[in-house]
């Protein structure tokens, strides 16, 4: 006598597999894009003042604030905007952060406070307002503040991208095996790099890259087709990105200017270096001013809007889409 059939449904759940045409993702439309997300420093500075008085880098390693977005489900799913993770590091004068190294990229950017140091791979990199200082994958990097007052940087990781790809490699200090690093100097001069060049080439050999730099870069630098001047950050000895999966770039509006929509599917996370304006991300409008940090989720369209000289410091996932073959970019033409 034959047994009767159980249900379909369950049997394959039990042999973990899915119908196809039951998934939630397949043949559907997709979710419309995330809402942005803004941490205004009026408000954090505060709450950075609190991190001074609770803890210590000597008894937490690094006195970091990650700034987790809305949508993050736990704790654990640490990301500000895709791909891209931003914190607000801190340092009281006399502290350190001792070294380690580790596969994960990451960034500095100086917003408050002078007279800190960042020592990459044992190269010393000042770090005062606007400076970027980068710390690629796998170099030993510490911080010491030898300065009078409270320094604030942002940080910029591209941990989600190692977490969904299983790449962390967490490795503490001392520091063993530091390569070799050559002085910034020796890039000094635009179009001239030095020939008898040892080590990695995947990342830039300046870990530093002033904000002046930046600035006499933007005062000369064309018009981008949505109104912006945009300078990128790059790897001296091949033209390509600072580091391999975080894209990095300055923008500077100038005042009045409202910038032709443009919509990517890169994730972006911009910081406020100078002025005041808005963004239009889809449907929301975000009022920002200095040392603000908002995201821009993939897929909306938006427009900058300047009330006078402002410039972004804008970290993406751009660079990585781009070399995968997936990286789309669009701009609506002038009215
Ligand atoms: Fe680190």
């Known amino acids: 006598m034959n047994q009767p059939q159980s249900d379909p449904y369950a049997r394959w759940h039990a042999a973990q597999l899915a119908p196809l045409w039951n998934s939630p993702n397949a043949h559907k439309p997709p979710p419309p894009p995330a809402a942005a997300h803004i941490w205004r420093w009026e408000e954090t500075r505060p709450l950075v003042e609190l991190a001074f008085r609770e803890t210590s880098p000597a008894a937490v390693q690094r006195r970091v604030l990650q700034m987790l977005s809305p949508h993050s489900a736990s704790p654990a799913d640490e990301y500000t905007c895709g791909s891209v993770l931003a914190a607000l590091q801190c340092l009281l004068p006399g502290e350190t952060a001792r070294p380690h190294r580790h596969t994960m990229n990451a960034l500095r950017f100086l917003l408050e406070g002078s007279g800190a140091v960042t020592l990459v791979d044992g ?73 008898a060049i040892g080590g990695r080439r995947d990342h830039s050999p300046v870990f530093r890259y002033p904000y002046a730099d930046a600035v006499r870069a933007l005062r000369h630098a064309p018009p981008s087709p949505d109104g912006a001047r945009r300078v990128r950050y790059v790897n001296p000895l091949t033209g390509g990105g600072a580091m391999p999966l975080l894209d990095t770039a300055m923008l500077q509006l100038d005042a009045g200017l409202r910038t032709l929509p443009a919509r990517t599917n890169a994730n972006l996370v911009c910081t406020v270096v100078e002025g005041h304006g808005e963004t239009r991300i889809g449907d929301q409008v975000i009022a920002w001013g200095p040392r603000d940090t908002f995201t821009v989720p993939q897929h909306h369209w938006v427009s900058h809007r300047a009330e006078g000289e402002t410039r972004l410091f804008i970290v993406s996932d751009a660079d990585v889409l781009r070399r995968l073959g997936v990286l789309t970019e669009e701009i609506q033409s002038a009215p």
């Open 123 to 195: 190269k010393e990199c000042a770090m005062e307002f606007g400076d970027l200082v980068l710390t690629p994958g796998m170099c030993w990097h510490e911080h010491r503040h030898d300065g009078k007052e409270p320094v604030v940087w942002l940080d910029v990781l591209d941990v989600p991208l190692h977490q969904h790809l299983g790449t962390i490699v967490f490795q503490p200090g001392p520091v063993t095996d530091a390569p070799t690093t050559m002085l910034d100097a020796a890039f000094a001069s635009p179009g001239i790099v030095p020939v």
